[in-house]
């Protein structure tokens, strides 16, 4: 008994560094988030309250509600192409790519981009993308168009390309990693009952690539909600989204109601979270 007491309170001690860091740094900070966006505030500082009109405003303001859908619709879009993308890239990698040393090489320049800092890799899209960047120059050289085409930067065309460029690797990198687990021989099985590699694709690789998936969009949903840096850049500042909102409030020093942006906002990822772990068991399947 005293065995499995001792046991118990090791346990407990073990545990406590890491529940001490999380709760320093992680449930400390949204609690005093949370705590701030019940506050009010003026021109000129934050006046410790109670009150709900910082959620009031928020959830009646059209703008707020023009900024969700347009979040929504970056996330949305950015998910279905890096979806695209990075699971055919893992299909080739995983089934196409038969040396382990090329999958290596090959991995390693995918993630080469990742040694620059994301608003270098950026940057680097405006002299492609301007008005007088590469491609428009190109174009008109070529006589296909006659005037630049204003819609390739500034632009929400612009922004999910950006979004797409920085966040492909978060997608391929758990679906190749699913792949690479899958038993070939039942590949080999289905084949030889007679399926083509659309039904072996459709029947057995994408369900066996289900947990895969939901980390992919997991990661895909988390970054694209709460970045401001690709749509304040790619956007010209004429674009803006949830977490611009939050920004700016923190510029004017309206902390209360960035606070409270900031909890509709987290309150809003985990519910998709919540969607996103409902729809696979990732405990069973990792």
Known sequence: MQLAKLKTNNSY???AP????????????????????????????????????NYEYLLTSKVTWQAYLQTLKYAFITWLLTLTIGFFVAYYLAFFVKS???????????????????IIRMISWIPLLGRNG?????????????????WLLYSDFAIVLAYVHLYTMFMVV???NCMMRIDRSQIEAAVDAGSNGFR???????????????????????????????????????????AILIYNEISLLQYPAAAAGAVVLLATVI????????????RKEI
């Open 134 to 150: 590469l491609i428009n120059s190109g174009l008109q050289s070529a006589g296909i168009t006659e005037a630049p085409l204003d």
């Open 174 to 176: 758990p679906i190749f």
């Open 13 to 15: 001690w073990q545990a």
């Open 200 to 242: 072996v694709l459709i029947d057995i690789i994408i369900p066996l690539c289900k947990s895969g998936i939901i980390i992919g969009s997991i990661f895909i949903f988390t970054l694209v909600m709460g970045d401001f840096i690709t749509v304040k850049v790619m956007g010209g500042g004429i674009k803006a989204n949830v």
């Open 18 to 53: 890491l529940a001490s860091m999380l709760m320093a740094f992680l449930v400390f900070p949204i609690v005093a988030i949370v705590i701030v966006s019940f506050w009010d505030y003026n021109e000129f500082s934050i006046i410790p309250d109670f009150i709900f009109e």
């Open 100 to 118: 382990n040393s090329m999958q290596t090489i090959l991995f390693l320049v995918c993630t080469v981009p990742f040694l620059t800092s994301n």
């Open 271 to 282: 519910t998709m979270l919540v969607i996103l772990f409902r729809l696979v068991d990732i």
